[in-house]
């Protein structure tokens, strides 16, 4: 009895190291080990580092792409000012951003926008010469899309770009969450904090 016993069991203790092994091996030989391992079976004989690389590289071309279409639109927002790329452009730029209301150009907000322009820049626009650059803003707006403002202007400039932005957001009525959202991303493409905004500064809170 206790021969016939004793067989399976040394059996299974000499194929269980085989079969543990067996498994470390599927797993070490899978990019990125057990990360990537449904997908090798649910990919049976695709190789998944070069698909990846793939991917990454199609990504990067895309983020390139959109990234030299604003700056293209950018000089073209430029030249349609007469201005250099200072401060004065850059309060028209940022409020021809805030002029947009959902998926039109706010009235409203244009006018203000025109008044603050010929008074900030000694420019004689007319509404549609702002609405030209306004046609010619990003639409789709990150974090990092006001960044290149703050480049080279003092806190004082950088604060009246912001606060220009905010008088035109603020003539068709209360700021709505959208606003907020896209003020917010002003101020923090241009750099300021809290102690810059002093009592402004609840206006972008989350």
């Known amino acids: 009895m ?27 030989t899978t990019f990125l080990g057990p990360l990537t391992l449904p997908l090798q079976r649910l990919l049976p004989g ?15 071309v895309v983020l390139l792409l959109i990234h030299r279409a604003r ?14 790329n200072g401060p004065r452009f850059r309060v028209v730029d940022a409020m021809a951003h805030a002029v947009w209301k959902g998926r039109g ?26 609405r030209e650059i306004a046609l010619r803003t990003d639409r789709i707006i990150f974090p990092s899309n006001f960044r290149w403002m703050r480049d080279g202007l003092t806190q004082p400039e950088r604060m009246v770009i912001f606060n220009s932005t905010l008088s035109v957001l603020l003539t068709d009525g209360p700021l709505t ?30």
């Open 71 to 84: 700056l293209a639109r950018r000089k073209v927002r430029v030249g349609i000012a007469g201005l250099s």
């Open 105 to 130: 150009i706010n009235e409203q907000r244009l006018s203000r926008a025109l008044e603050i322009a010929r008074d900030t820049t000694d420019m004689d626009f007319s509404k549609d010469h702002l």
């Open 46 to 60: 695709v190789e998944i580092l070069p698909w990846l690389a793939g991917c990454l590289a199609i990504i990067a």
């Open 2 to 28: 206790k021969t016939v016993v004793l067989r399976p069991v040394a059996a299974l203790a000499l194929s269980w190291p085989v079969a543990v092994h067996a498994k470390d091996h599927e797993t070490s």
């Open 177 to 206: 969450r959208s606003d907020r959202s896209f003020l917010r991303t002003v101020a923090r493409g241009l750099g300021l904090k809290d102690k810059d905004l002093r009592h402004l500064a609840h206006l972008i809170a989350t």
